[in-house]
């Protein structure tokens, strides 16, 4: 008699832990947008996830202008651009809110010799001024102009800084960072624009003006080639409770140091 009014408590303990569990509300977090984005905000993601288990976030890269897009169509939570808004974006009612700064890295083939070039210099190899690598003390190559497509937050900043908007001469226009920083290894005379915190050891890093990006650098702003990381959300709609959540936490001061792990700079 004894056992079984043990097995009974047991199930039904059981079945209590069962009825708490399918009892959790789940809620999703969307977001959408940049590319460059993609290692602080799965790194933010896992770390509020870990403690919010009951809340995925979900990442959706499809470049800044597609997420600024979806924010504004009501089609995701938060939009994720590396750069700032527009008048006319802000005009639709959408606000942005700088979460990090980062480094725009300007990326050679490792094999490339060169190992510092001006914002000048970059311009003119950008616009086509330039056209050889021996022509800025590298070997007789010609130049191989790899960028991002028309839209990309990246390209933009790139673009705004070196005083190059609409007069790039690309030989390859591509829809992520990833893809730059493959098609740069796998070229000698290439050269790439890509986010610092997503440069791998498979290209080589030149210096900006005798300046080497760095989190160091960018913070102190001594690497001029850098840009804001940006949260995009629409004034007339409110965010959901796990967004606000997810939202409050990436902001705070508690992910600063995972925003610093992912090898940007933390606005806050």
Do not use: H
């Not at 210099?121 to 330039?130: R, S, V």
């Amino acid at each position: 008699m004894k056992k079984k009014i043990m097995s009974i408590m047991l199930t039904a303990a059981i079945a209590g832990t069962v009825l708490a569990g399918c009892g959790e509300k789940k809620a999703t977090v969307t977001t959408d947008g940049s590319t460059s984005m993609e290692k602080v905000i799965g790194a933010l993601g896992e770390s509020f996830s870990a403690d919010n288990k009951n809340i995925t976030v979900t990442y959706n890269p499809n470049g800044s202008s597609s997420g600024i897009k979806a924010v504004a169509a009501g089609t995701c939570d938060i939009g994720l651009s590396s750069r700032n808004l527009k008048d006319e974006e802000k005009a639709q009612g959408l606000t942005g809110t700088v979460l990090a700064y980062d480094g725009i890295a300007i990326i050679v083939n490792n094999e490339n010799p060169v190992t510092d070039l001006d914002t000048e210099t970059i311009a003119d190899i950008y616009t086509g001024e330039i056209t050889n690598w021996s022509e800025v003390g590298g070997e007789d190559e010609e130049i191989v102009l790899i960028g991002r497509e028309a839209g990309s937050g990246t390209r933009d900043g790139f673009e705004s800084i070196t005083g190059t908007e609409d007069l790039c001469k690309y030989r390859q226009e591509l829809t992520s960072t990833g893809d730059v920083i493959t098609t740069v290894s796998q070229n000698p005379g290439a050269i790439g624009y890509a986010s610092l915190a997503s440069v791998k050891d498979s290209v080589k890093l030149v210096d900006v003006e005798g300046v080497t990006p760095s989190e160091e650098t960018i913070k102190d702003g001594s690497y001029v080639i850098q840009r804001p990381f940006v949260l995009v959300t629409k004034d007339d709609k409110k965010l959901s409770d796990a967004a606000q959540k997810f939202f409050d936490y990436i902001t705070s001061d508690a992910a600063e140091a995972v925003i610093s792990a992912a090898g940007v700079v933390a606005a806050n």
